[in-house]
């Protein structure tokens, strides 16, 4: 066979097959490999917001999901031990300060996997939140909202329902979308 | 030996045997349930590292989860449930293996149908080039015997 016959005969289906599969294959590992491994999705958005009763980090009384109900709120988990959470630290004060003002809207910490008096010291250094903050030593409640990366906040709406999360320090541009989402003006 | 002694004496023999037999039984259900533990723990994905087991992952979050495993275990849950108790929280990515239903069943057949794909299409590829040849030996004269005449006409 020479080059002259092939170049007459029609390209047969199997070679634009094959051609097809050599093309395609490595475009779908192309675009599998630009997506974050680590990146799990939320299992608890679009579902009932699980049910926390938990000791407060100080002070009185107890922060639980009973008190919140009827009412859109904010969940932020944080720990003393989350360097991102550093970066959103001063948006938490300025969003719970707004919560309390417009009173449309709640916020609540819980302090992730964390000592008590080293959560502390980290709120006397980088300022109170002007909120509550639970306490998660053994990190249940984060287990109950599949929270993988810290810091994470869920956004929940007056009928309970978790409606967005959050991976990563916060944004203006997030806490906009997100409040939007639970009905919440700030 | 006078029969009251032999009395207390079978008493006390029975009680230790049962004693005995007890926490043998104990043991063993203790051994049970951590070998449960271990193999279900295995087949579950740490969320905070990737490609890990919780049972071999040392981050706080994989030994809590290994906690849980161990708690619900012992209160006599069953594989399944238990399983189903993290992909409520963690979804599909929880498991090391996907389920076969869904996306998961997917994963499971793609190289099932690949093989057989590539198998049917080497076995045509087989018989199209045993067609060719044999009609190709047809135009040179069927099964003739190779003869210098022949050997000489054919380009190598």
């Keep these: ?186 | 030996m006078t029969r009251p002694f032999a009395q207390v004496a079978a008493v006390l023999a029975a009680l230790f045997l049962l004693a005995g037999a007890a926490q043998a039984a104990s043991f063993r259900t203790e051994a049970g349930n951590e070998a449960a533990v271990r193999a279900i723990s295995a087949r579950l994905r740490c969320p905070v590292c990737q490609s890990e087991n919780i049972l071999d992952s040392q981050s706080g979050t994989a030994r809590e989860m290994v906690e849980i495993v161990r708690e619900q275990v012992s209160q006599g849950r069953s594989e399944a449930e238990i399983v189903a108790y993290f992909r409520d929280r963690y979804g599909d990515y929880v498991m090391l293996s996907p389920p076969a239903s869904g996306f998961g069943a997917l994963v499971w057949a793609t190289p099932l149908l690949l093989l057989l794909i590539g198998g049917a299409t080497y076995l045509v590829l087989l018989r199209r080039n045993a067609r060719a040849f044999s009609a190709e030996a047809g135009e040179a004269g069927g099964r003739a015997p190779l003869t210098e005449e022949r050997l000489e006409g054919l380009e190598l």
């Design chain 1, 1 to 186: 066979m020479t080059s002259l016959d092939s170049a007459r005969r029609p390209v047969p289906r199997w070679k634009w097959l094959l051609g097809a599969a050599i093309v395609l294959v490595p475009l779908l590992f192309a675009i599998g490999l630009t997506r974050d491994p680590s990146y799990i999705p939320s299992m608890v958005v679009g579902h009932e917001v699980p049910a926390f009763d938990l000791e407060p980090l100080a002070g009185p009384g107890k922060v639980s999901s009973q008190a919140l109900a009827g009412k859109p709120y904010v969940v932020n988990f944080w720990a003393s031990w989350c360097v991102s959470c550093r970066e959103e630290h001063p948006v938490l004060i300025e969003l719970g300060r707004q919560a309390a003002d417009a009173g449309t809207f709640a916020m609540v910490g819980v302090n992730y996997r964390d000592g008590r008096q080293a959560a502390l010291d980290y709120l006397r250094r980088h300022g109170e939140f002007p909120y509550a903050s639970g306490v998660d030593g053994r990190g249940r409640l984060g287990i109950d909202f599949g929270v993988y990366g810290m810091p994470e906040t869920f956004f929940v709406d007056a009928s309970g329902v978790v409606r967005a999360r959050h991976v990563g320090p916060l944004t203006q541009e997030a806490i906009a979308g997100n409040l939007r989402l639970i009905g919440a003006t700030p």
